[in-house]
């Protein structure tokens, strides 16, 4: 039982690449998220996915774009990166459907860097 | 709008001290308040969660956090510091159970021998 993992550990872009950021859950839950960790500002929410087929905006969503490939899989693209946009990026799910507030377990995070 | 105040973006304690980290969380109803906490190169973790239950909440690894309406705040509390508590911690507040997360700054923990 993997929990939530996402890949890649590491990335460098150059300004102006893209790229896909990839999480997937095995827990069976039917709620995740996608947030930025920057230092001294906590964690932001950039889009969430309540339910398979639904995603919604969060407090950051700004040149960022979701999929919910399916109920295990929620991927986070970067169309143009941004210097901006270095961060720590964390995957999460949560079991019950619309509920924010639910237990969210995390993934180990992606470090992205942009040059 | 909600908002999370975590004072002290640095805190350290002796092995075996009290550990207090402070939350101040504003919110226009009564809110949902989390601690979640973040071992060195891991994701996040969830210590406790107040669901308007009882004041005082107790979570995994001994630590607890009361719930205090008139001070607006969510104090996380271990009688006893112990190495492996070393790490940065997060506290967190909804509105409602359909409403986003808002996470605090975070204040770092290190425990001196």
């Known amino acids: 039982n993997a929990g939530v993992t996402q890949t890649p550990k590491f990335q460098v872009l150059k300004t102006g690449q893209s790229m896909t950021l990839q999480c997937a859950q095995d827990?069976?839950?039917?709620?995740m998220y996608w947030y930025r960790q920057d230092p001294g500002m906590g964690l932001r929410l950039i889009y969430y996915s309540a339910s398979e087929g639904t995603t919604d905006k969060g407090e950051v969503p700004n040149g960022y774009n979701v999929s919910r490939l399916n109920k295990r899989e929620f991927s986070l693209r970067l169309e143009s990166a941004a210097p901006s946009q270095t961060s720590v990026y964390f995957c999460?799910?949560?079991?019950?459907?619309?509920?924010?507030?639910?237990?969210?377990?995390f993934g180990p995070g992606t470090r992205l860097t942009v040059l | 709008a909600q908002s999370v105040t975590q004072l002290g973006s640095h805190v350290s304690v002796s092995e075996g001290a009290l550990v207090l980290l402070r939350c101040n969380y504003s919110s226009s109803v009564p809110p949902y308040l989390f601690w979640y906490v973040q071992y060195p190169n891991q994701g996040l973790q969830l210590l406790l969660k107040y669901t308007s239950a009882a004041t005082l909440v107790k979570g995994i690894n001994g630590f607890e956090a009361e719930f205090k309406k008139s001070e607006t705040s969510f104090h996380l509390t271990k009688p006893s510091a112990h190495m492996s508590d070393a790490a940065e911690y997060f506290c967190?507040?909804?509105?409602?159970?359909?409403?986003?997360?808002?996470f605090g700054p975070g204040t770092s923990l290190s425990v001196i021998p």
């Open positions: 999460a799910s949560s079991e019950v459907t619309g509920s924010l507030t639910d237990t969210q377990y």
């Open positions: 967190a507040v909804s509105r409602a159970s359909y409403d986003k997360v808002i």
């Open positions: 827990m069976n839950h039917n709620s």
